[in-house]
Nanobody
């Protein structure tokens, strides 16, 4: 079993920055993929950014050039640096860990990110 603990959400003005962290613990299984999803009110959960253990990264088009995902494999921790935030980035952000993006895996409890205009 894997537990994911997220931190770093909050309220920020448009144009500001936030950094999310997600630490995985509880299992010695090597985690192949870690990433971030988000869900805004009334919308489906969507992929924001993902990182494989080998270093391949994927970004959703709306965040390219503004968000950066990074990973510490030794600590099983993934980070999301969010710059130039926009009100449309407002959502609950969820950390994911599993064999590959899109496959069943583990989820964090979610952290709220609110960007005011």
């Amino acid at each position: 079993q894997v537990q994911l603990v997220e931190s770093g959400g909050g309220l920020v003005q448009a144009g500001g920055s936030l950094r999310l962290s997600c630490a995985a613990s509880g299992s010695r299984v090597t985690i192949a993929a870690m990433g971030w999803y988000r869900q805004a009110p009334g919308k489906q959960r969507e992929l924001v950014a993902a990182n494989t253990r080998g270093g391949t990264t994927t970004y959703a088009d709306p965040v390219k050039g503004r968000f950066t995902i990074s990973r510490d494999n030794a600590q099983n921790t993934v980070y999301l640096q969010m710059n130039s935030l926009k009100p449309e980035d407002t959502a609950v952000y969820y950390c994911y860990a599993g064999p590959r993006i899109g496959a069943p895996g583990y989820w964090g409890q979610g952290t709220q990110v609110t960007v005011s205009s």
